[in-house]
C-alpha cells in the first residue's frame, strides 16, 4: 500500500492533476472563512458590475485627506472624461469649422482642448449637422469645461432645522485619501453577476456544491457499474445475460437524452442538487458495468480464483478477496472519471434549464445558465461566464489527468 | 490383485463442449476412466489435448456437458456450495502456474490457515495453527519464520510451488491432481518438487493424478498412463506397457519427442 502510493506520487501527470484539484478544494474550503458571507445575496444595485475595487463615496468624504501635486493628475483626470468618440467628435466638428485636418491630433488632450476652446461656438451652424447633434455638441462642451479649471468641489448638508443647503467643506483637485482609511472598501475580484451578486463568492460556494454532485454521482454510478459488473461477470450465464440486456438498452439509449427526460419529470420542485446529483449517476453506469464485467471474466478463471474455491471459500468472499482487489486500480480511475462527467452533465442540464432548481446554492451549471440568460456573452461581460468555465475545465481536467497518471502507474505499458 | 483395488474416480462418457452452433470446441470427447486408490495416475497428451479442461471438471471448477463421474463408487453431488465443499475437502489440486496460484494481495499465512481452517481446525489455539504450518513449511524444507507476514511474490517459483505442496500436506485429501506441477520451474528444482510430491504421497497414501505433457516424467513416477489426444483417451494402461510397449502412432510420437542426449533429436513429426 505505502509502496503504491509512493509509486503513484512519482508520476508527474498525476501530481500535477493532483495538485491542481487540491488547490482547487482548498480555495473552496479557505474562502468561505475570510467571506462569510451568504453567496447568493444580492449586494448590488444593477447588473454586471465590472472587476475592481470599490470604495465607499461617502466614507472617502469623511476620511482624513492628504494633498498630492501630481503632475499627470489632471491630464489623466480628462483623459479619462474625454472617451474616444468625444475626441472624434470634437475633430469633426473642427473639421467642419473650418480648422485643416492635419492640425489636428486626437492624441495630445491639451493641445485639442485648446483648439476646441478657442473655436467652438455654439451658435455657429456646421454644414450636414442634425439638432440632436448640436445638443451633443453644447453637452459636450459643458462636460469639457469644468475639467480644466482646479477649483474645487463643495460639499454641502441640508440644515435640518431651517431646510437650507450649508458648506461644509471642500474637495480640492488635489485632496487625496487613503483606501486603507476608507471605512468601507469592497473589492470585487470577479464583479458582480446579473443579479448583482458577488461572482467570486457565488464561484466558490457553486464550486463546492458542483464538486459535492459530481461526488455523489461518480459514486452512485461507480458503485452500480461495479456491483453489477461483479455480478455478471463472475456469476455467468442467465444472470450476465439479464444483466447485459439491460445494460445494452442503456447503452443504446442516450444517456443525456435520459437524463433530460427523466430531470424533466421529476418536476421542478423536488430538483435539488442531491436529486440531479442521483439521477446523474443513474443515468452513468452503464460503460463502468461493461468494463468491469469483462475484466471479471478474465479474472475469474484464474488459478488463484480456483485455489480460493478449492479452499472452500463462498462466492462473496472469492468476490470480495480475490477479484475486487485486481479490479481496485481500474475502479479508482473509473471512479475518477465518474465524477468529473458529472460535474460536466451537471452543468449540461443547467444549460438547459433543468438543473437543480435552488435558490439558496448556486452550482457552475446554474452560473452558465443565469450568465446566458442575462446575455452576458453578447454585453461582453466576461466575468459573469468566463470564470465558471476555467473553473470547470480545470476541475475535469485535473482530474483526467489524475486518471491518466494512475493508468501509467497500473498499466506499465503505457509509462514512458 | 485388480479385484482388491477400488476406484476412487471414475468417469463415464465425460464430454466437454466450449462455444456454441460454428464456434463449437470438442474438448473432452466422451471419456471413459477408472482411477483407483492409491494409484498414481499420468494423463498425458500434448498441449490443447483437453487435459487441463479435463483437470477442471474433475476439480468440479467447470460443469461439464454430457457425462458423469463417480468418487468412491456413487455419483459425484457438488451441486451446492456446502456439498462442493466436503469434495474439496477430498479432493485437492496443484497448478501448473505458481506465479499466478496465488492471490497477491494475500499473505502466505493466510494461505496455510485456509487449509486448516478447510480442515475444521479454525477455532484451534494460535500456537497450535503456527505449529502445525511450520510442521506443513518444514515438510517441504521451509522456514515458516521467514516466510510469516511475507507476500507469495516475494518467494521464487520453485519456494511457491513447495509451499503449494505444504498446503496440501496440511489438507491431506484422498486424490491430488496436479496440473503439470513442475512446468514453470527450472529444470534443477523440478526434481525437488517431485520428491516431495511422491514423498508426500506415501505418506499419506492419496491417489494422485499427474496431468503432464512429459511421457519420460510420467514413466519415471506413474503406475497407470492416460495417452490423451485430441480430447479422446486413445491408449491406457500400466506406465510399463504403454510406453515400453506403444501401440498408437501418437504414443509413439509423444516418446520420440522427448530429448535424449548423446542422440540426434527427430524433428520430423514435429
Known amino acids: 500500500m505505502k509502496h503504491m502510493l509512493k509509486s503513484i506520487f512519482r508520476s508527474g501527470k ?46 472617502s468624504l469623511s476620511a482624513p485627506t492628504h494633498i498630492l501635486n501630481l503632475d499627470e493628475a489632471s491630464t489623466k483626470r480628462i483623459t479619462s472624461k474625454l472617451s474616444e468618440d468625444d475626441r472624434v467628435a470634437i475633430q469633426k466638428w473642427l473639421v467642419g469649422a473650418g480648422i485643416p485636418e492635419a492640425e489636428i491630433d486626437l492624441a495630445n488632450t491639451e493641445q485639442l482642448l485648446e483648439q476646441w476652446f478657442s473655436n467652438y461656438d455654439s451658435t455657429k451652424r456646421v454644414a450636414g449637422m442634425t439638432n440632436a447633434d448640436r445638443n451633443y455638441y453644447i453637452r459636450l462642451n459643458t462636460a469639457v469645461t469644468g475639467l480644466l479649471g482646479d477649483e474645487g468641489v463643495s460639499i454641502a448638508v441640508v440644515n435640518p432645522d431651517t431646510g437650507v443647503l450649508e458648506e461644509i467643506g471642500t474637495v480640492l483637485a488635489t485632496d487625496y485619501v487613503n483606501v486603507g482609511e476608507v471605512a468601507n472598501v469592497r473589492v470585487l475580484p470577479l464583479g458582480t453577476d446579473n443579479f448583482g451578486r458577488d461572482v467570486l463568492t457565488e464561484l466558490v460556494a457553486a464550486t463546492r456544491v458542483s464538486l459535492q454532485i459530481g461526488l455523489v454521482a461518480g459514486i452512485i454510478a461507480t458503485l452500480i457499474g461495479l456491483i453489477l459488473g461483479l455480478v455478471s461477470g463472475y456469476i455467468g450465464g442467465f444472470v450476465d445475460d439479464a444483466i447485459m440486456f439491460i445494460t445494452n438498452l442503456f447503452t443504446v439509449i442516450p444517456s443525456f437524452v435520459l437524463l433530460i427526460l427523466i430531470s424533466f419529470s421529476i418536476g421542478q420542485d423536488k430538483r435539488g442538487p442531491f ?31 480456483n485455489l480460493s474455491k478449492l479452499s472452500g471459500h463462498s462466492i462473496t468472499h472469492i468476490i470480495l478477496a480475490d477479484i475486487l482487489p485486481y479490479i481496485a486500480s481500474y475502479v479508482v480511475m473509473a471512479l475518477i472519471l465518474q465524477i468529473s462527467s458529472g460535474i460536466l452533465a451537471e452543468a449540461g442540464l443547467s444549460i438547459l434549464g433543468l438543473g ?12 452558465m445558465q443565469w450568465a446566458m440568460i442575462y446575455q452576458a456573452h453578447i454585453l461582453g461581460k466576461w466575468w459573469a461566464y468566463f470564470p465558471v468555465i476555467i473553473t470547470i475545465a480545470m476541475i475535469t481536467f485535473s482530474m483526467n489527468l489524475m486518471n491518466t497518471g494512475l493508468d501509467q502507474v497500473f498499466n506499465p505499458a503505457l509509462r514512458e | 490383485m485388480a479385484s482388491e483395488k477400488k476406484p476412487c474416480l471414475s468417469g463415464r462418457g465425460l464430454t466437454k463442449i466450449f462455444g456454441l452452433g460454428n464456434q ?20 498425458v497428451g500434448e498441449s490443447g489435448s483437453g487435459k487441463t479442461t479435463l483437470a477442471k471438471m474433475l476439480l468440479g471448477l467447470i460443469s461439464t456437458t454430457e457425462g458423469e463421474v463417480s468418487f468412491l463408487g456413487k455419483p459425484r453431488d457438488i451441486r451446492s456450495q456446502k456439498k462442493k465443499r466436503e469434495y474439496w475437502q477430498n479432493i485437492q489440486a496443484i497448478f501448473q502456474d505458481p506465479f499466478s496460484s496465488y492471490n497477491i494481495f494475500n499473505k502466505i499465512d493466510s494461505v496455510l490457515l485456509d487449509c486448516i481452517r478447510m480442515r475444521g481446525g479454525a ?25 510469516t507476514n511475507k507476500y507469495p511474490f516475494e518467494l521464487s517459483g520453485g519456494q511457491m510451488q513447495r509451499l503449494m505442496i505444504a498446503r496440501i500436506f496440511l489438507l491431506k485429501p484422498k486424490i491430488l491432481l496436479a496440473d503439470e506441477p513442475t512446468s ?70 509423444l516418446l520420440n519427442d522427448v530429448p535424449k542426449i548423446y542422440e540426434e533429436w527427430d524433428l520430423s513429426t514435429v
Open chain 2, 184 to 253: 514453470m520451474i527450472d529444470a534443477s528444482s523440478r526434481a525437488t518438487i517431485l520428491d516431495y510430491l511422491l514423498k508426500l504421497r506415501e505418506e499419506t497414501g492419496m491417489t494422485t493424478i499427474f496431468i503432464t505433457h512429459d511421457i519420460g516424467l510420467a514413466y519415471y513416477v506413474s503406475d497407470t498412463v492416460y495417452i490423451m489426444e485430441k480430447g479422446l483417451f486413445v491408449e491406457s494402461g500400466p506406465a510399463e506397457d504403454v510406453i515400453l510397449n506403444p501401440r498408437q502412432p501418437y504414443t509413439k510420437r
Open chain 1, 14 to 59: 498525476f501530481v500535477a492533476g493532483f495538485a491542481i484539484f487540491a488547490a482547487i478544494l482548498l480555495g473552496v474550503l479557505i474562502y468561505p472563512i475570510f467571506v462569510p458571507d451568504p453567496p447568493l445575496k444580492i449586494i448590488a444595485q444593477g447588473t454586471f458590475f465590472e472587476p475592481g475595487i470599490y470604495v465607499s463615496v461617502y466614507d
Open chain 1, 275 to 305: 436529486m440531479v446529483a442521483m439521477v446523474i449517476g443513474f443515468t452513468s453506469w452503464v460503460w463502468t458495468a461493461r468494463a468491469v464485467r469483462s475484466q471479471v471474466i478474465s479474472l475469474r478463471n484464474r488459478d488463484h480464483v
Open chain 2, 123 to 147: 477455532n484451534l489455539s494460535k500456537e497450535k495453527k503456527v505449529e502445525m504450518m511450520t510442521e506443513a513449511c518444514s515438510f517441504v524444507n521451509l522456514k515458516f519464520e521467514e516466510l
Open chain 1, 356 to 367: 437543480p432548481r435552488t435558490t439558496d446554492m448556486p452550482t457552475l451549471g446554474l452560473m
Open chain 2, 24 to 43: 463449437k470446441t470438442l474438448a473432452v470427447d466422451h471419456v471413459d476412466f477408472d482411477f483407483y486408490e492409491g494409484e498414481i495416475v499420468s494423463i
